[in-house]
C-alpha cells in the first residue's frame, strides 16, 4: 500500500498542463473575481483608500483641530513651480467690508517652497511609532504666517485636506468594524437558527422580525441620543459601532439562516450524519464553510450602508462629535447653500463618500457574482 | 472538411422527400462561454417529413435540445450559428423559408412560432404563467393568432382542453397552474401548444418529469393527437423505451452530430453504429436481460470544451479501428441495401 | 414475518412517518403528511429488495426514516447488527445509532448535492473513517486509495474537487464513501436515476459486482421498473406511503396480484417498436398524503373496486411463496403481467479488425 504516495508523485510529476480539478473552490472564485474589470477597479481603489487611511497622520500637513482665524475659508493653494521646485505664492487676507467676507489675494512676488518630510505636530504612525515628521509642508520665515491647504480650509481655518483624512479614520474604519461585528453576531444566530430549527428558529426568527419592526431612523436616533455625550472619542466610537452592528444583524442572519436551511438539507449533510457525525462536526465542516462566501458577500454589500450610516448619524449632530472628525461632521459643514455657492471646497468630503460608498457596491458585487455566477 | 461536408450534403438530400416540414442542413452553432468555446452542433442534417414523428435520442449534452430551440430560434445569446440552414416548409405547395435568416424578434419569426411550430418542454410550469389561469393562457394564443372574438376563442380553449384529456375542462380552464398535479399541467402545456393547431410541435422531454403512469397517458394522448390533427413531431428524448412507442423515425446524436438515421424498426432491429448498439445493449429491457450483465459504454462523454480528432465516439468505441477512427471523421452514408437508412461510421464504408 | 434460514439482516413493522403540516401565526399543527404509513417489509441478507413507487409515494422517506436522518414517527426498524445483534434503530439512543452506523450506510441520487464542492475527493471518501475516528493519517489515505480504486476511479483523483468529475463519476465517489466502514447494508436512494443511460448501466455493474465482492444486502429505491427488475431479488411497490405489493422479482413482474402492480408494468414504454400497447387506464390522479382517501387507499383509480374496498384497508399479506399483497381480491384477480419475451436480438457490436481492446483504467 505503500504505492500510494508513488502513485501520487508520479501524477504530479507527469502532470504538464494544469489541472482545474485540483483547484479548491476559493481559488476558482478569485478567478472569476478576476474577470470583472470594474470590481477589480474599485478592490484598487479602496486599497489605495485604506493606505491613505493608515498614513492619515503623515500625510496631513496639519492637526485636524488646530484654529487660525487667519486662514478662514481659505481656498485650495495653488502649486506652483518656483525656483526651489515646488512652492506656493504669498496669500494675502483682506476683508471685503460690503459683503462682510473674508477675501484672499495672492502675492506673486514671493514663492515659498513646498518641502518633503518636514518635522511638524506629534503622531503616533500606525498608533504606535511616535513620530512628527509629515510628508510635505511649506518653508516659511519665522515671522510669516503662511501654510498650505491644499483642499482650502473650513470656516475656522482647519485644513481640509487634514480634517479628510483625519476623518477618513473614523468614517472607513467604523464602518468596517460594525460589520464585521453585525457579520459574526449575524452568522452565529443565523446558523443556530437554520441549523436546529424547531422552537430556536421560532424565537430568533420572531425576534428578528420584532427588531426589524421600528422605524429605523428613529430607532438609530433613540439609541444614539442615548450615549453619554462626555466619554472619550474613542469610547463614543466603538458605541456607536454596537448600535450599528445591532440593528445591522438582523438581515444578515435570515440570509445566513437561508443558505444554512439549504446546506443542512443537502446529500452531503445528510451522509455526514450517516457516518455518525456530530452536530458541531457538520457546522464546522459542512456548514460553514460553504455559507462562508455569501457571509462575506453579504457584508461586502452591507458596508456601503453602515458607512452612510455614520454620516448619516454625524451629520445629524447624533454620531461622532466635534471636536472629533469624521466624514459626517464634515458634511454638517458643507450644509448650508452659502457653503456650496461660496465655498465648494468644502463639498470634497462628499466626493471622498461617493468614491467609497461606490467602490464598495462595485466591489461587492464582483464578489458576488464571483460566488454564485448563477445567482 | 469541406471534402467531407460536400459528401454528407449530397447523402442529406438524396435522404430528404420533397415534402419536409423541416429540413436541417449542416448546422454548426458555438457557444462562446468564459471558459472557452462549446462546439454544440458540428453539421446536424435531418429533415422532418410532414405528418410523422421523428425522435432524436441522445445523451445529455449530445445537443439535442439545442437542435430543438435553433428551430425555434430561442437559443441562447452566447450561441453563434457559424453554418446551416434550417428551412421551414408550412405547406407542401409553399416555398420554403430559411429559419435562420428571419429576425429572431421579427414579426415573421413572431408568427411561426406559436402559431406553426410550438415547443413543448420538461418542466411545464417553467412555461406557464403562474399569475394567469390555464384557460387565459390558452386563449391568449389564440386571440393572437386565429381569431379576434372572445367568446369564440373561449370555446377553442375548452375544445382543446377536452381534447387532451382534461375531465372538467371547465373548471381546468379557471384554474391556474399551481393548482394542476404534474400531469394535468403538461396536458395544459400540450393543449397549448396544439391550440393553433402548429405544423410542427417541437416536444423536448416532454415526459421526463413525469411518473411512469402519467408518461403512458401523455405518450398515449399525443399519438391520438398526432393522428387526428396530423401535425408532424420532433420527439427529443434520452428514453429509448419512448422514442419505440412514439416514434416513426429516428435519428441518434453524439456530440453536436447525427450518427444513425434510420426508420424506427431498423433502428432497434437493425441497428448499425457501435453506439446506437451499444445503447440498446446498455438499457435494461423488462423480461429480456434479466439474468445478463447490462454492457456498458465505457468512460463518458467528452467535456464539452474540447474537441476530439476523427470519429467523436472513438474513444469510447470497442471496434474502433487504430490509425482510421481516431483521425479521419466518418461521413454519413447510406447502408448497403437501404434508402432510409444512414450511418457516420468506418466500419460500413 | 417470513421463515427462512436465510438470516434477516432488516425487518421494518409498522414503520410512519408523519409529517406535521402547520398553519397559523403560531405555527399550529392542523395536519399531517402521511408519508410512510405503517408499512411491513424485511430483506434477507445478501439480496437486494427493490422497493419502487411513483414520486410521492414515500419511497425516499423510508430509507431516510430506516438510516434515522428523519425521525420515524411510530414502529419498529429492527436491524441485525454484527456486533451488537438485533437492534431496534427507531428507538436507539444517539450515542448507540452512531455504534450501529457504519454497519448500514447510503448512496444518494443527486450526485451533486451529495458531494461537499468545498471538500477534496479524498476527504469526502475519507469522512465516515475519520468521524468514526477508524483511522488517520496515511493509513487513512491508503484505505481511501483502496476505495477509490475499488469504485473504478485512480487514486490520484483524491486531491481533485468535485467539479472536476462527471455525474457518474461523482456517483462514483458516493458509492466509495457509503462502502467506507464496510457496511452490512446499504439504502440505494435512487442512484442511478439522475444519470445518462450509458452512465446508468456502468454504475448498475459496479453495484453488482460489490454486492458479491462485499457481500452486501442492498435496498434498493428507485421509479424505474426496468432498472429495479434488473438489480432486485425481490421487489415492493409502494402507493402513497403503504406497502401493496412485495414478491421475488419473477412473481411481481410476471404474475402481479396487486391491480396498481398491474397498471404500473402496463406503462412503462418498451423500447421495442413491434409491441406498442396502450396504457392500463388509471382515471384521477395519484392521492394527497396529506388527504388520502378511505380504505384502500387505491380504490378511487382501481377498476376492480368494491364496497369493501371503500371501507376497509386491505392488510399486506402473505398469499403463499413469500407473495405479500395488500388487496382484498388478491387471490380472485387474474391481472396481466409483463409478457415474457424471448425474440428480441441482442445485436452484436460490430468487430471489423482484430481490436483485443484492454479495458482502458476508468478516469
Known amino acids: 500500500m505503500a504505492t500510494v504516495a508513488e502513485e501520487l508523485q508520479r501524477s504530479r510529476k507527469t502532470k504538464k ?57 481659505t481656498p485650495p493653494t495653488q502649486l506652483v513651480w518656483g525656483p526651489e ?51 510635505f509642508g511649506i518653508d516659511t520665515p ?11 480650509a473650513d470656516k475656522e481655518g482647519r485644513d481640509l485636506f487634514s480634517r479628510v483624512m483625519k476623518g477618513a479614520q473614523v468614517s472607513l474604519t467604523l464602518g468596517f468594524v460594525g460589520v464585521l461585528l453585525s457579520v459574526t453576531i449575524g452568522s452565529i444566530v443565523g446558523t443556530a437558527s437554520g441549523y436546529f430549527g424547531g422552537a430556536v428558529d421560532n424565537i430568533i426568527q420572531r425576534m428578528i422580525e420584532l427588531i426589524r419592526s421600528f422605524p429605523d431612523l428613529p430607532l438609530y436616533m433613540a439609541l444614539a441620543a442615548a450615549l453619554p455625550l462626555n466619554v472619550p472619542v474613542l469610547v463614543r466610537f466603538f458605541l456607536i459601532t454596537i448600535i450599528i452592528a445591532l440593528i445591522g444583524w438582523t438581515g444578515l442572519a435570515r440570509e445566513v439562516r437561508g443558505k444554512v436551511l439549504a446546506f443542512a438539507s443537502a446529500d452531503y449533510t445528510n451522509a455526514a450524519l450517516a457516518a455518525g457525525a456530530s452536530h458541531w462536526y457538520i457546522i464546522t465542516k459542512h456548514l460553514i464553510p460553504n455559507a462562508m462566501s455569501h457571509i462575506i458577500v453579504v457584508g461586502m454589500l452591507a458596508i456601503p450602508g453602515a458607512i452612510g450610516l455614520e454620516t448619516a448619524l454625524s451629520f445629524l449632530g447624533l454620531g461622532i462629535l466635534p471636536p472629533a472628525v469624521s466624514w459626517g461632521v464634515l458634511l454638517r459643514d458643507a450644509q448650508t447653500i452659502q457653503a456650496v455657492v461660496s465655498y465648494p471646497w468644502l463639498l470634497l468630503p462628499v466626493a471622498c463618500l461617493i468614491i467609497a460608498v461606490l467602490s464598495f457596491n462595485l466591489l461587492g458585487d464582483g464578489v458576488r457574482d464571483a460566488v454564485d455566477p448563477y445567482g | 472538411m469541406s471534402e467531407s461536408t460536400t459528401q454528407t450534403n449530397s447523402v442529406a438530400a438524396a435522404l430528404v422527400s420533397e415534402d419536409d416540414v423541416i429540413r436541417v442542413q449542416d448546422l454548426r452553432l458555438n457557444f462562446y462561454t468564459n471558459l472557452g468555446v462549446v462546439r454544440a452542433l458540428n453539421g446536424v442534417n435531418f429533415n422532418i417529413p410532414r405528418g410523422k414523428v421523428l425522435g432524436v435520442v441522445g445523451e445529455s449534452g449530445c445537443g439535442k435540445s439545442q437542435t430543438g430551440l435553433a428551430i425555434m430560434q430561442l437559443t441562447p445569446s452566447v450561441g453563434r450559428y457559424e453554418a446551416g440552414q434550417i428551412l421551414f416548409r408550412e405547406f407542401a405547395s409553399k416555398e420554403p423559408v430559411d429559419i435562420l435568416k428571419l429576425d429572431k424578434n421579427g414579426p415573421d419569426m413572431r408568427k411561426i412560432r406559436g402559431n406553426n411550430i410550438s415547443m413543448i418542454f420538461q418542466e411545464p410550469m417553467t412555461s406557464l404563467n403562474p399569475c394567469y389561469t390555464v384557460g387565459a393562457q390558452i386563449e391568449e394564443a389564440i386571440l393572437l393568432h386565429q381569431t379576434q372574438d372572445k367568446t369564440e376563442s373561449r370555446k377553442r380553449a375548452i375544445d382543446i382542453l377536452q381534447k387532451v384529456g382534461m375531465p372538467n375542462p371547465e373548471r381546468i380552464a379557471d384554474s391556474f397552474p399551481h393548482q394542476l398535479s404534474g400531469g394535468m399541467r403538461q396536458r395544459a402545456m400540450i393543449a397549448m401548444a396544439l391550440s393553433c393547431t402548429p405544423t410542427l410541435l417541437i416536444a423536448d422531454e416532454p415526459t421526463t418529469a413525469l411518473d411512469v403512469t402519467t408518461e403512458a397517458q401523455i405518450l398515449d394522448l399525443m399519438r391520438d393527437l398526432q393522428n387526428e390533427i396530423g401535425t408532424s413531431i420532433m420527439f427529443i428524448t434520452h428514453n429509448l423505451g419512448v422514442v419505440a412507442q412514439m416514434c416513426d423515425e429516428v435519428v441518434v446524436m453524439y456530440l453536436g452530430r447525427v450518427v444513425e438515421r434510420a426508420m424506427i424498426d431498423d433502428l432497434f432491429y437493425d441497428p448499425k453504429h457501435p453506439y446506437t448498439i451499444m445503447l440498446l445493449r446498455s438499457i435494461p429491457r423488462l423480461g429480456v436481460n434479466r439474468d445478463m450483465r447490462l454492457e456498458s459504454i465505457k468512460g463518458s462523454v467528452p467535456d464539452p470544451y474540447s474537441q476530439v480528432n476523427g470519429c467523436p465516439f472513438h474513444e469510447r468505441c470497442p471496434s474502433a479501428i487504430p490509425g482510421v477512427c481516431d483521425t479521419i471523421m466518418p461521413d454519413e452514408i447510406f447502408v448497403a441495401g437501404s434508402q432510409t437508412h444512414t450511418v457516420r461510421c468506418h466500419l460500413y464504408t | 414475518m417470513a421463515s427462512d434460514n436465510t438470516k434477516m439482516l432488516l425487518e421494518v ?89 457504519p454497519n448500514m450506510q447510503i448512496i444518494f441520487q443527486d450526485p451533486f448535492s451529495s458531494l461537499n464542492p468545498r471538500l477534496t475527493v479524498g476527504d469526502t471518501v475519507g469522512e465516515p473513517l475519520s468521524v468514526q475516528g477508524v483511522a488517520s493519517g496515511s493509513a487513512l489515505r491508503d484505505r481511501v486509495a483502496e476505495l477509490l480504486r475499488e469504485v473504478g476511479l485512480r487514486p490520484e483523483n483524491m486531491t481533485r474537487y468535485p467539479h472536476a468529475f462527471s455525474g457518474g463519476q461523482r456517483q462514483r465517489i458516493g458509492i466509495a464513501r457509503a462502502l467506507a466502514l464496510n457496511p452490512k447494508l446499504i439504502i440505494c436512494d435512487e442512484p442511478v436515476s439522475a444519470l445518462d ?104 383509480r382501481c377498476r376492480y373496486a368494491e364496497d369493501i374496498c371503500k371501507n376497509e384497508r386491505p392488510p399486506l399479506r402473505d398469499i403463499g411463496d413469500e407473495h405479500w399483497v395488500a388487496c382484498h381480491f388478491a387471490e380472485s384477480l387474474s391481472l396481466q403481467g409483463v409478457p415474457r419475451v424471448s425474440d428480441i436480438p441482442i445485436i452484436d457490436v460490430p468487430k471489423r479488425r482484430d481490436t483485443a481492446e484492454v479495458e482502458a483504467p476508468e478516469i
Open chain 1, 142 to 152: 519665522g515671522d510669516v504666517d503662511q501654510k498650505v491647504f491644499l483642499w482650502g
Open chain 3, 197 to 300: 443511460v450509458s452512465i446508468q448501466a456502468q454504475v448498475l455493474n459496479l453495484l453488482e459486482d460489490l454486492q458479491q465482492k462485499f457481500g452486501l444486502t442492498y435496498l434498493f429505491i428507485a421509479h424505474d421498473l426496468s432498472v429495479v427488475e434488473h438489480i432486485s431479488d425481490r421487489v415492493a411497490v409502494m402507493y402513497v406511503g403503504y406497502i401493496v405489493e412485495m414478491a421475488t422479482t419473477d412473481e411481481l413482474y410476471y404474475n402481479p396480484k396487486h391491480p396498481y402492480t398491474e397498471a404500473l408494468l402496463a406503462a412503462i414504454p418498451r423500447p421495442d417498436p413491434r409491441r406498442r400497447h396502450r396504457p392500463v387506464k388509471l382515471p384521477g390522479d395519484v392521492p394527497s398524503p396529506a388527504n388520502p382517501p378511505s380504505g384502500c387507499y387505491f380504490h378511487p
Open chain 3, 13 to 101: 413493522k409498522g414503520l410512519k412517518k408523519h409529517f406535521p403540516i402547520t398553519g397559523g401565526f403560531f405555527k399550529r399543527v392542523i395536519g399531517h403528511v402521511k408519508a410512510v404509513d405503517g408499512i411491513n417489509f424485511y430483506i434477507k441478507e445478501g439480496e437486494t429488495l427493490g422497493l419502487v413507487g411513483e414520486s410521492g409515494c414515500g419511497k425516499s422517506t423510508t430509507g431516510r426514516t430506516i438510516m434515522r436522518l428523519l425521525e420515524p414517527t411510530d414502529g419498529e426498524v429492527i436491524f441485525n447488527d454484527p456486533n451488537l445483534g438485533k437492534v431496534n434503530l427507531a428507538s436507539l439512543e444517539r450515542q448507540q445509532l452512531n455504534k450501529v452506523r
Open chain 1, 85 to 135: 521646485g515646488l512652492g506656493v505664492y504669498g496669500l494675502k487676507q483682506e476683508l471685503d467690508t460690503e459683503k462682510f467676507q473674508w477675501y484672499y489675494t495672492t502675492d506673486t512676488s514671493v514663492i515659498y517652497p513646498l518641502k518633503f518630510f518636514v518635522p511638524g505636530y506629534e503622531y503616533r504612525l500606525f498608533a504606535i511609532i511616535p513620530m512628527n515628521v509629515h510628508l
Open chain 1, 17 to 73: 498542463v494544469e489541472d482545474v480539478g485540483s483547484i479548491p473552490q476559493w481559488k476558482l472564485m478569485v478567478r472569476r473575481f478576476r474577470q470583472s474589470r470594474l470590481s477589480v477597479v474599485a478592490l484598487g481603489v479602496l486599497l489605495v483608500m485604506y493606505t491613505l487611511m493608515i498614513l492619515g497622520d503623515f500625510l496631513a500637513p496639519y492637526p485636524h483641530d488646530t484654529l487660525d482665524s487667519n486662514a478662514t475659508f
